[in-house]
């Protein structure tokens, strides 16, 4: 009947206030602990009597002294019998799942059950929050999985006093009540991790501010609404960068170059001004992008060819050591912020700083191949701290094959610390000397190495 089929249902729910009373030990339901109801017919109240939920301490319900008396069956062993769980946190609703079903939740269902979890919060925010408050939240959802000394960095970073503060909680207090222009940083970089263009989107609308633009731009026109930043040049980099588009919106990682020299389809290679304006109005977009060796491409044009095909991107190949013709730092944020597949970066003559690789590292975390070179004539500006990040964090460019870094100004030692830590990687280092490298003398002093070790 209805009336058996709804007392066999139960409620799990975090208990809403301090006033309901365990119906097993008779003692005060803690407020937000968990709470298990069971619907009861209370046969003395009215002619008919009438449905009510009585409550128990999750303990008590799955206790000795509750199944005694409470005419225990098997309906308490059927997930299906049980509602609200999905509303509760991950880690309880794991616990639950033990205690129903015998057996500890497997990977998938935990994945689902975090994006309701996140889907859910997220729907929260956008439904009762303005702008500002919905920056503050993915500020402090971002500062809630730093580590400490990560959190200290940012605080030195954006010249935040904090006394003698120590504890994790008291140090996001401290960033936290900062204004967001004092924090423009570290809110780009939270805005950029935990929300789609679409959510962006919609938070712009309320503001009756454009849609347009990529990722970056709806970013800072969200910051810019909320008094968070004047010009994008005041963005720096307080904590790691992350890629322009979400791991589900990137797609399946398939290794799609099985040489370091490929030649992918659509391929196009681009030599002047008129070239770039003929690309960008073709439909089709290349997967592999070459500047011609000659061809010294400006921001604007560098700037329009990435915007317009950046996100398809396989291969990137830039500059030429002979001409002279390279990117300037100027370059990296463009890459940065529109080539996340990228599995091939090739840049001759470049003149990226340490930050400049470094960000563009972590925003094109599918890079196989990474050719970052100077020239004979002037070497690179590459030194230290990119090989110091690329040794330390292994999460940084983990798919890395190939690492050259001809003609740059790293120290040998580095590079050799770093090779014994990324043992499966091979890097190129030193100096190629000229084009006259048949005569002896001037062949340079260029090497490879794999594991600390010189490879022959």
């Known amino acids: 009947s209805l009336l058996q089929e709804t007392m066999s249902k139960y409620q799990v729910e975090y208990s809403k206030s301090s006033r309901a009373l365990c119906q097993t030990c008779q003692t005060k339901i803690d407020k937000s602990s968990i709470r298990v109801g069971k619907m009861v017919h209370f046969a003395n109240i009215g002619e008919m009597g009438r449905m009510g939920l009585v409550w128990n301490h999750y303990t008590c319900f799955w206790g000795p002294q509750y199944k005694s008396g409470n005419g225990w069956s098997d309906c308490v062993n059927n997930w299906a019998n049980f509602e609200g769980i999905d509303q509760l946190n991950i880690e309880d609703q794991k616990m639950i799942h033990h205690q129903i079903k015998g057996l500890p939740m497997d990977d998938d269902a935990i994945e689902e059950a975090e994006k309701k979890t996140e889907a859910a919060e997220a729907n929260a925010v956008f439904t009762d929050s303005d702008p500002e408050t919905i920056i503050y939240t993915m500020i402090n959802k971002h500062l809630d999985v730093m580590k400490v000394p990560d959190i200290k960095e940012v605080i030195k970073t954006n010249a935040i006093e904090c006394g003698k503060k120590t504890k994790k909680a008291d140090l996001i207090k401290v960033i936290m009540d900062q204004s967001i222009n004092k924090i423009s940083n570290l809110a780009y970089d939270s805005l950029n991790k935990h929300l789609t263009a679409n959510s962006l989107k919609e938070m712009l609308k309320g503001k009756g501010q454009s849609c347009s633009g990529t990722k970056k731009d709806l970013i ?121 597949r990228l ?72 590079v050799e610390r770093m090779s014994k830590a990324r043992k499966s990687v091979l890097v190129r280092n030193g100096d190629s000397g000229d084009d006259r490298w048949y005569m002896p003398g001037f062949g340079g002093d260029s090497m490879e190495m794999m594991g600390g070790k010189f490879h022959l």
Request: hydrophobic share 35%; glycine share 6%; with cysteine.
């Open 220 to 340: 800072l026109r969200v910051l810019q609404s909320s008094g968070g930043v004047e010009t994008p040049q005041s963005i720096s980099l307080a904590v790691k960068p992350v890629p322009a588009l979400s791991s589900k919106e990137m797609g399946p990682d398939e290794d799609l170059l099985d040489e370091e020299w490929p030649h992918l389809q659509p391929y196009i290679s681009v030599g002047s001004r008129e070239e770039v304006k003929r690309i960008l109005e073709m439909k089709s977009a290349p997967r592999h992008l070459k500047i011609a060796n000659n061809f010294s491409i400006q921001f604007e044009d560098l700037n329009d060819l990435i915007g317009s095909f950046g996100l398809e991107l396989i291969v990137l190949e830039a500059g030429d050591s002979d001409t002279g013709c390279g990117l300037g730092s100027w370059a990296a944020p463009i890459i940065a912020d529109h080539c996340p």
């Open 343 to 414: 599995q091939k970066l090739s840049l001759e003559s470049c003149r990226f700083s340490d930050e400049d690789l470094i960000r563009v590292g972590y925003c094109c975390p599918r890079i196989r191949y990474l050719r970052i070179t100077g020239n004979n004539k002037c070497p690179g500006n590459l030194k230290d701290k990119f090989l110091k990040n690329f040794k330390e964090d292994r999460s940084f460019l983990k798919k890395l094959r190939i690492l050259d870094l001809t003609d740059q100004n790293c120290d040998f030692t580095q």
